[in-house]
């Protein structure tokens, strides 16, 4: 009798958890290792990512070493007889993505160190990518981004109403961008003695996909390196 009574409470024993306070241990140990290694995993591929982000941010555009014109912190100054050329490839400070995106911007300095005026032509730089001759862009080119992004959606509840609740805020903004995008861009035309103009010129963005381009202006050839 005292034999089955002690096989019976030794069962009980074994069968209650709470007795046993090891009997989920080796479960959670696994379970936390496995999310220790999966929260590992995932900041390591985070910082890889950010790395990356950071690899890309920090290149740019830079004119490549040349004897045909000099550099000065990412200036290519090329000199005439009767011109000093600065050109730098910078996007278009302005807020519109749309226009930092979809057109590749070069910003130029000339000034007209001879006794007589100097005629500058659009056709007087061209980008050369991908075997392909770009010119300039005209500003009202350009412009039709700012129209497009500032546009009201067609398929919102407010489209046929005569006058939006932000039409008069937008259109105030739209104006402030193409007062700003015409007095940033390169003004072509004569350049009277001793004067000076600056500005940028814009080329399609989608055509220019090498790593190296060339800018042909009066007096030399740039080379821009993706550096």
């Known amino acids: 009798m005292k034999t089955w009574i002690s096989i019976f409470q030794k069962k ?3 069968s209650n958890p709470m007795k046993n306070k090891n009997t989920y241990g080796p479960q959670l140990e696994r ?23 950071f690899a890309c941010s920090t290149k740019a555009w830079l004119p490549r070493a040349s004897n045909d014109y ?4 990412g200036w290519a100054i090329v000199k005439t007889d009767s011109l000093t050329l600065f050109a730098r490839v910078k996007p278009y400070s302005d807020s519109s993505h749309r226009i930092s995106s979809d057109y590749f911007g070069i ?10 005026t100097v005629s500058l032509g659009r056709e ?8 392909q001759a770009l010119f300039p862009l005209p500003p009202q080119v350009v412009a039709s981004k700012l129209r497009s992004k500032n546009s009201i959606d067609p398929f919102a509840d407010n489209f046929f109403d005569e006058n939006p609740p932000d ?7 739209l104006q402030e961008h193409y007062l700003r995008l015409a007095d940033s861009h ?11 103009k600056e500005g940028w010129i814009f080329y399609d963005a989608k055509a220019v996909s090498q790593d190296v381009i060339y800018l042909e202006l009066p007096g030399g050839r740039i080379e821009f390196g993706w550096d």
């Not at 910003?107 to 007589?116: A, E, M, P, T």
């Not at 039409?167 to 903004?173: D, P």
């Open 12 to 14: 009980k024993t074994i």
């Open 70 to 73: 000099a550099i000065d912190e």
């Open 107 to 116: 910003y130029l300095k000339v000034k007209n160190i001879s006794g007589r």
């Open 31 to 53: 379970r936390g290792g496995f999310f220790l290694v999966r929260s590992i995993t995932f900041l390591v591929l985070a910082l890889c990512g950010a790395l990356a982000l």
């Open 186 to 196: 390169f003004g072509f035309g004569n350049i009277l003695s001793g004067g000076s």
């Open 124 to 131: 007087k730089f061209i980008l050369h990518s991908s075997e």
């Open 167 to 173: 039409w008069e805020e937008r259109e105030r903004l």
